[in-house]
């Protein structure tokens, strides 16, 4: 089993930058491909970016390209989300998921396929 916990969530004004960290536990995830997600009120959640199991592909949503870069590091368990340029329709709660699949050579680009999921960490981008 893979927990997941979210932070670096926060109050940010626009323009501004945020680096969100998605821990794990429980056992490693360098075999498992991930993703980062959010969800704003009264929307449906939404897949932000992806990456794979060693990292050396990476995936991003149109609304974020160019300014938001998923990365992890295999050794310390964690998967990262570095935003920039920040705008308020990035608002919104961030989750991280985990893929059950191990070595998984497909990377799932959107929000099913994911097993395992963080309880999410708010983002809140003021104008």
């Known amino acids: 089993q893979i927990q997941l916990v979210e932070s670096g969530g926060g109050l940010v004004q626009a323009g501004g930058s945020l680096r969100l960290s998605c821990a794990a536990s429980g056992r490693t995830i360098s075999a498992n491909n991930m993703g980062w997600f959010r969800q704003a009120p009264g929307k449906e959640r939404e897949w932000v970016a992806a990456?794979?199991?060693?990292?050396?592909?990476?995936y991003h949503a149109d609304s974020v390209k160019g300014r938001f870069t998923i990365s992890r590091d295999n050794a310390k368990n964690t998967v990262y989300l570095q935003m920039n340029s920040l705008k308020p329709e990035d608002t919104a709660v961030y989750y991280c998921?985990?893929?059950?699949?191990?070595?998984?050579?497909?990377?799932?680009?959107?929000?099913?396929?994911?097993?395992?999921w963080g309880q999410g960490t708010q983002v809140t981008v003021s104008s």
């Open positions: 998921a985990a893929d059950r699949r191990q070595y998984y050579t497909g990377v799932n680009l959107g929000v099913h396929g994911y097993d395992y």
């Open positions: 990456i794979n199991w060693s990292g050396d592909s990476t």
